[in-house]
T-cell receptor, first 113, second 112 residues
Framework: AAGVIQSPRHLIKEKRETATLKCYPI?????VYWYQQGPGQDPQFLIS???????DKGSIPDRFSAQQFSDYHSELNMSSLELGDSALYFC????????????FGQGTRLTVV | QKEVEQNSGPLSVPEGAIASLNCTYS??????FFWYRQYSGKSPELIMS????GDKEDGRFTAQLNKASQYVSLLIRDSQPSDSATYLC????????????FGAGTQVVVTP
């Protein structure tokens, strides 16, 4: 079965650079979620999109932005990177509606040096 | 107070025994509840979802939900070393399906 695809899997950036993470949801899933997970921490919700509109927002820094495109894939843009942005970034997708399950991609490991 | 609370562990369980994991949530309008398993450095993997009060069984896993007590649990029967992982409880408010709120996770260690 098709899963959530994230790219790249690994990314190394220098401080103050920008990074773009991509997420391709499971076919027919219209909702995408972004999470950040630091070492030894639980996933922290960043932002979500439903039908290309932002549906909820969590602890996403102003330096980050995201959008969902017409084909439902999503991109997380991160600017002015800081050392503390080093983390695993997960994307999850689900169908909208009642009792919906979210499935995660393999994640992007971002290292800021 | 976090919206979703779990004991951090580690929970040490002998091989073949039952592992019992607990999760409480603070938002009474929460409607959907999930258990994810996460191996170190890997993405969370959905193992159980539960939406109604009572028990739901799937193989060696049983989820229990009590909305009145705002409590959801996961039992792992016949624990195996491969069950050693962090188990994350997640909650979704149906009124706004914009996010799944996670607990901090309980680390389970199954000892041979």
């Amino acid at each position: 079965a098709a899963g959530v695809i994230q790219s790249p899997r690994h990314l190394i950036k220098e401080k103050r650079e920008t990074a773009t993470l991509k997420c391709y949801p499971i076919p027919r899933h219209d909702t995408v979620y972004w999470y950040q997970q630091g070492p030894g921490q639980d996933p922290q919700f960043l932002i979500s999109f439903y039908e290309k509109m932002q549906s909820d927002k969590g602890s996403i820094p102003d330096r980050f932005s995201a959008q969902q495109f017409s084909d439902y894939h999503s991109e997380l843009n991160m600017s002015s990177l800081e050392l503390g942005d080093s983390a695993l970034y997960f994307c999850a997708s689900s169908r909208s509606g009642l009792n919906t399950e979210a499935f995660f991609g393999q994640g992007t490991r971002l290292t800021v040096v | 107070q976090k919206e979703v609370e779990q004991n951090s562990g580690p929970l040490s369980v002998p091989e073949g025994a039952i592992a019992s994991l607990n999760c409480t949530y603070s938002d009474r309008v929460s409607q959907s509840f999930f258990w994810y398993r996460q191996y170190s450095g890997k993405s969370p993997e959905l193992i159980m979802s539960i939406y109604s009060n009572g028990d739901k069984e799937d193989g060696r896993f049983t989820a229990q939900l009590n909305k009145a007590s705002q409590y959801v649990s996961l039992l792992i029967r016949d624990s195996q070393p491969s069950d050693s992982a962090t188990y994350l409880c997640a909650v979704n408010r149906q009124a706004s399906w914009g996010k799944f709120q996670f607990g901090a996770g309980t680390q389970v260690v199954v000892t041979p």
